[in-house]
């Protein structure tokens, strides 16, 4: 098998999509053409050597011609999203996309609109080297989305925000500064916002199946199971992601997510008299007389320590995995050179 190098578009549990790159690192022309399909070669991955590909990955593969490629490894990311694995089980990294410019956050201007999970999700995509942009879809179905316009004012200062209709096509043109060739994003969501809806206005033909979503409660049914990516006529590239209500931190920089939308907040901690204060009932706290005020909401600061409470939880696991996949790499070594003395 010959070596060479890919990049993955879709995953599909254990299996990957690929396409092939040329100058090392940039796909091939055709990037919605018939993919090529690998599998991980376990004896690196399962040892922690290399990290799992998501899309969006640049890899390297051992070219398979009858059958499926093997991986065997992961290039360096410029950008990197992944969450707290959300099966009840799982406490692990899951990785969801990589190698993006922009992630649009999008929110539907229904009864689904929900301004503490853009919290999240802003503090996600911070935390992922990229630029986040706010995506607020379904413009046709209200007149007047002020509400909605002065709540993300106040909890996502300096970024961008973009109304667009899938069904009338009004506010498209506003991606397209974003959308560029070369480009790469994130379609980041709960079930029923319309990134499919969105994705297929922008490719000009319907590639993505569409569901209606729940008239009780305005609700999404799941449309994308999986995640991939697709290239829009222009050369820009779009990854869609599966409906995600709950987004849960990994890694050591959920910290730095957390402060990049509540800097607010953050300010005003410094200000109490006691070092120590717990900001409930202490005399002279500045969070306690800033809530008081009308400076900072009451929900905007529980939102606040419930993303900070998960954060450490989230540092102290992945610091936990780390290790494990330290000593995994050294048993793995060690066994290798046994093998070696053996022989």
């Known amino acids: 098998m010959t070596q060479t190098t890919a990049k993955v578009t879709a995953v599909h549990k254990e299996r990957y999509e690929l396409i092939p790159c040329r100058d090392g690192l940039r796909p091939s022309a055709g990037a919605n053409s018939a993919p090529l399909y690998g599998r991980l070669k376990t004896g690196i991955y399962m040892n922690g050597m290399e990290p799992y590909p998501t899309v969006g990955d640049i890899v390297d593969i051992l070219f398979n011609p009858q059958g499926d490629s093997v991986i065997i490894k992961t290039h360096s990311r410029r950008s990197y999203f992944s969450r707290l694995d959300p099966d009840p089980g799982g406490h692990r990294e899951q990785a969801v ?3 993006f410019d922009y992630v649009f956050i999008m929110q539907s201007l229904n009864q689904d609109f929900n301004l503490r999970r853009m919290e999240r999700y802003l503090a996600l995509v911070w935390q992922s ?8 879809t379904k413009a046709d179905l209200t007149e007047n989305p002020s509400r909605q316009l002065g709540e993300i004012e106040s909890a996502a200062m300096g970024v961008d925000t973009v109304l667009v209709s899938a069904v009338t096509g009004s506010g498209l ?13 994130v379609f980041l969501g709960s079930s029923g916002v319309g990134k499919s809806s969105l994705l297929n206005a922008l490719m000009g033909a319907d590639v993505m199946t569409v569901k209606a979503i729940r008239e009780d409660d305005a609700k999404g049914r799941h449309t994308t199971t999986h995640r991939q990516l697709a290239a829009l006529p222009n050369g820009a590239c779009v990854i869609d992601t599966p409906g995600m209500r709950e987004l849960g931190f990994w890694g050591e920089e959920g910290d730095e997510g957390i402060s990049g939308i509540f800097s607010d907040i953050e300010t005003v901690l410094g200000g109490c008299r006691f070092s120590d204060c717990r900001h409930q009932s202490e005399p002279g706290c ?3 007389a800033a809530i008081e005020r009308g400076d900072v909401a009451q929900e905007r600061w529980e939102s606040y320590q419930k993303l900070k409470r998960e954060a450490l939880y989230a540092e102290n696991k992945a610091a936990a995995m780390r290790e494990k996949s330290e000593r995994n790499q050294h048993i793995a070594v060690w066994s290798r050179q046994r093998k070696k003395e053996v022989w």
């Open 97 to 99: 996309a990589a190698n």
């Open 129 to 136: 080297g990229a630029t986040p942009v706010i995506v607020l």
């Open 173 to 185: 043109d506003g991606l397209e500064k974003y959308l560029q060739p070369g480009k790469t994003c």
């Open 286 to 288: 500045a969070v306690r």
